[in-house]
């Protein structure tokens, strides 16, 4: 299980506006700026308080949104297709790869770390200490934050 301070450097990843490819940016004091891999412009600049004084994140680095949640850093996606792969194995093993399936899924929750992500642009921060203030996603918050128009 890791410790509660990671050792992972401290880095924000978004999306570039210009062309919908994920940007990732280093929050070290002394990182250059982020080139986007799909449209090579450089990326706007982000917000280094948080990063400079070694503290918690209170505020996105990207939009400066201080309504944040919690999950674990894995992708969603694998972790879908690796219950797929048991539903479907587990018929000729008599329910036994679902089994593994959940021991599988039990080992990583205690040993990945945790992302904060923001509620208004959906940055992902990693290598942050877990804040107490933030708690994991609710859809009143996100509704609350999110200013779109919706129709009925």
């Known amino acids: 299980m890791r410790s509660k301070t990671s050792p992972r450097p401290r880095s924000v990843a978004y999306v570039c506006e210009r062309c919908g490819q994920e940007v990732v940016q280093a929050l070290d004091p002394n990182a250059r700026p982020a080139i986007c891999p799909g449209c090579g412009q450089t990326a706007p600049g982000v917000a280094r308080d948080a990063a400079a004084d070694g ?12 309504r944040l949640y919690v999950q674990k850093d894995f992708n969603k996606k694998a972790g879908l297709w690796v219950f797929v792969v048991a539903a479907v194995l587990s018929v000729p093993t008599w329910g036994l790869s679902l089994v593994a399936a959940t021991l599988i899924d039990l080992v990583l ?17 990693r290598g942050f200490p877990r804040n107490p203030a933030h708690g994991p996603f609710d859809i009143h918050v996100q509704e609350s934050v999110d200013r779109r128009v919706r129709t009925a």
């Open 55 to 66: 503290g918690l994140l209170s505020r996105c680095a990207r939009c400066g949104v201080d």
């Open 109 to 125: 929750y205690y040993w990945l770390g945790d992302a904060t992500l923001c509620y208004g642009c959906g940055a992902v921060h």
